[in-house]
């Protein structure tokens, strides 16, 4: 009987034991994920989650955005379940003014737990000049131009960035394609450090749309890329619309880190202005820093302004920078390196410049290591611009000073052409020069023995220059050219 009871007891406690770890088996573990902000834009709703890393680990986390008003119209997106960091869910292509409802929801061994559901609308402003959209603080910046690419804003005060993480917020599969007003407002304070850089760089890193009214103080970008690079403040790349916008007091360092070649496109407005840009009115102020073992198109306004189409005009614009351009090309199979550099556009094709101005401070210092035997190394530079080809200048005056040197180091090699002029290096065929006036106080060259320096052909305005260019140019200033050679 004895012997009975206890076979009992300890059923009983084993059963009970049992039904413990069922109970345990089917209590779903809770994980500690956050909504940290949602808004509705124009066409488009942004999620905001983070899973806290001391969670329990999910195996899935999903944001749905679904048509209040209309059940079948849902869409939703997956989350990576091992990423810490807040991560962004951007809905887009919605209706205006439409009511949504948001989703979060997690799942654990199957069991899922829904943590969020709230109410959104998406909003009629920002479709266009007269609803756009008004921006009044730095965070809300960054999130409206970052999300809604294509739409219309205005700035209705000036903006601090000081302590505002900027990270590059367009690119060419997304470039910003919308309309900002700045209102006489200012963008000031942004900061952006890198050693990974994307290809384009710039507030609006690539710009299809219209910038106007605008003062952008105190940017500094400090980057570095190992391929093609595009960096300006306003703009990396700019196939839009710059109108009356002013730059001080900023910024750009930009460096390369490869043994390749690529190109560096660097200006402290734009780095490269296609056929498509159209700029009045903009003004730079500022540093230029560029150290790089690529070919470089540098220039203080634009590094490189390609039109090819008639009419496209750049007026009413001014440049007044201190660059410093440090080639230090380690190449191992480049045959040539060729730098363009200028105070107001590093290079220029097909276009026309009215009524600007360029008041640059270049230096330059140059060396090279190469595995080639007759290994190019060229730098075009000029007081304006590196190169022009096909391009009329009207009503322009020019200032500044270059000073170029080499570097002189052992087993280096070092320019083989210095082409230098104190309104362009080289002029190809089909340019025009207008009231043209060449304030540049100084051009100083030194070089190696073995360096090819064109700086006097048909005149110091020009290092190199076609035949059939016409030109106007006065100089009020008598420049002071001394070119030293070395062994």
Do not use: W
Not at 124 to 142: N, Y
Not at 177 to 197: C, F, M, P, R, V
Not at 251 to 278: R, W
């Amino acid at each position: 009987m004895k012997l009975l009871n206890n076979f009992s007891k300890r059923l009983s406690a084993l059963i009970l034991l049992i039904f413990a770890l069922i109970l345990t088996g089917c209590t779903t573990k809770k994980a500690t994920i956050s909504v940290n902000g949602y808004n509705g834009l124009r066409d488009s709703v942004v999620v905001i989650v983070q899973i806290d890393e001391d969670s329990v680990d999910v195996d899935s986390l999903t944001v749905t955005l679904t048509k209040r008003n209309d059940k079948n119209v849902q869409k939703q997106e997956s989350c990576d379940t091992t990423d810490y960091e807040e991560q962004t869910v951007t809905f887009t292509g919605l209706e205006e003014e439409t009511a949504y409802i948001i989703s979060v929801k997690y799942t654990i061994n199957k069991k899922t737990r829904e943590i969020f559901n709230k109410v959104v609308e998406t909003s009629a402003l920002g479709g266009s000049v007269d609803t756009a959209k008004e921006i009044s603080s730095s965070q809300q910046f960054i999130d409206e131009i970052k999300t809604d690419t294509d739409g219309y804003f205005k700035l209705t005060s000036d903006l601090d960035f000081k302590d505002i993480k900027f990270d590059m917020l367009h690119t060419s599969s997304k470039p910003f394609n919308g309309y900002i007003d700045g209102n006489g407002h200012t963008l000031k304070n942004i900061s952006y450090e890198t050693t990974s850089a994307p290809a384009y760089n710039g507030i609006f890193a690539y710009n299809t749309g219209t910038i106007k009214n605008l003062n952008i103080d105190t940017v500094t970008f400090t980057i570095s890329r190992s391929s093609t690079l595009y960096a300006g403040v306003v703009a990396g790349y700019n196939e839009g619309t710059i109108n009356n916008v002013t730059i001080t007091n900023s910024t750009i360092k930009a460096s390369s880190k490869s043994t390749g070649v690529g190109e560096f496109y660097v200006g402290l407005g734009i780095g490269h202005n296609s056929s498509k840009g159209y700029l009045d009115t903009v003004k730079v102020n500022g540093n230029l820093d560029v150290t790089v073992n690529q070919n470089v198109y540098a220039g203080g306004l634009i590094g490189l302004d390609s039109s090819f189409s008639s009419g496209r005009v750049i007026s009413n614009s001014e440049a007044n920078v201190v660059m410093n351009i440090k080639l230090t090309s380690i190449v191992t199979s480049a045959k040539e390196i060729k730098t363009y550099v200028g105070g107001f556009v590093g290079s220029i094709l097909y276009s026309v410049i009215e009524n600007s101005k360029s008041n640059s401070t270049i230096n330059i210092e140059a060396q090279s290591k190469s595995t080639q035997e007759n290994f190019k190394f060229e730098l075009h530079v000029g007081g304006f611009a590196g190169f022009i080809q096909n391009t009329s200048l009207t009503n322009v005056t020019v200032s500044g000073s270059l000073d170029i040197k080499n570097k002189i180091e052992d087993g280096m090699k070092y320019l083989t052409k210095v082409v230098a002029g104190t309104i362009s290096g080289y002029v190809s065929a089909n340019a025009s020069f207008t009231n043209v006036i060449s304030n540049v106080s100084s051009i100083k060259i030194d070089v190696t023995n073995d360096c090819d320096v064109v700086a006097n052909m048909g005149s110091k305005f020009f290092g190199e220059m076609a035949e059939n260019t016409n030109y106007v140019i006065n100089a009020d200033t008598e420049c002071d050219f001394v070119i030293n050679k070395t062994a």
